[in-house]
């Protein structure tokens, strides 16, 4: 029961991961401009994401454009494209596979060996997920902190770190979770039932028949000590004898 609302939490989990990393994925808010210096000009704001860029003017008209061409892009951004997108692959193929192995489901019947194998398989994926996740985009906000501070640069040339990077990091860190609870919990039951199921085929065992408890004689042991008859007396007297052990010299001369 604790293992099978651990992969609940677990599924949930990677499912907000997998709705952020699409989000961010799609979000053309991976750099913004950054109004400093002599960049005093608010009325306008310059959007740059991994497809298109995005031009906004008084917050009330937006206007987007895709690239043209993909090698005129800069290195980090053609390879954020990719890790994203296979990103995105890997969280929802883990969910899917990890719904074959959840104890609630009954896709895989009287076979716990296979649920946990393909639980632990759908963590590793959704574990990769989270690296294809986090490296673009702490590339390029490693690129965008360099060139805020290079000095070769003007001002209108340098860009902020945009809501997209957020929300990528705070994805990569829900498919973590999800893809460590996944794995964790079904590596401790295998060790678990590894050590409660192990029997020894070879074992040296013997049936012997059951039997019967025969009845013994009781032994009785003589008395080492002698027994005493009541002394008799002839004559009446007041003085009354009582069974001793050892004779007495009163006892003999009322018997003569």
Not at 24 to 45: D, H, K, L, Q
Not at 220 to 239: A, E, G, Y
């Amino acid at each position: 029961m604790a293992n099978s609302a651990l992969e609940i939490v677990g599924l949930l989990l990677t499912l907000i991961g997998l709705i952020g990393a699409a989000a961010s994925t799609g979000m053309p808010m991976w750099r913004v401009t950054a109004f400093i210096g002599e960049n005093i000009i608010v009325m306008e704001t310059r959007w740059e994401g991994l497809w298109m860029n995005c031009f906004r003017q008084a917050n009330i008209r937006m206007q987007c454009k895709v690239y043209d061409s993909l090698l005129a892009l800069s290195p980090d951004l053609q390879a954020a494209r990719g890790l994203m997108c296979c990103a995105v692959a890997l969280a929802g193929l883990g969910i899917l596979i990890s719904l074959l192995g959840m104890q609630c489901t009954s896709c895989i019947a009287n076979n716990d060996r296979a649920k946990r194998l393909v639980l632990i398989i759908a963590g590793s994926m959704i574990i990769l997920a989270c690296l294809c996740c986090v490296i673009p985009v702490s590339w390029t906000g490693h690129v965008i902190i360099t060139d805020f501070y290079n000095p070769l640069l003007i001002d209108a040339q340098r860009r902020e770190l945009g809501e997209a990077l957020y929300i990528g990091w705070v994805a990569s860190a829900f498919l973590l979770a999800g893809g460590c609870m996944f794995m964790c919990c079904n590596l401790q039951s295998e060790d678990k039932g590894s050590e409660r199921y192990v029997y020894s085929r070879n074992s040296d065992y013997m049936a012997y028949p059951p039997q019967q408890l025969q009845p013994q004689q009781l032994v009785r042991f003589p008395q080492t000590h002698p027994q005493f008859q009541p002394v008799l007396s002839r004559h009446p007297s007041t003085n009354y004898s009582y069974q001793s052990r050892q004779p007495s010299v009163r006892s003999g001369v009322a018997y003569l």
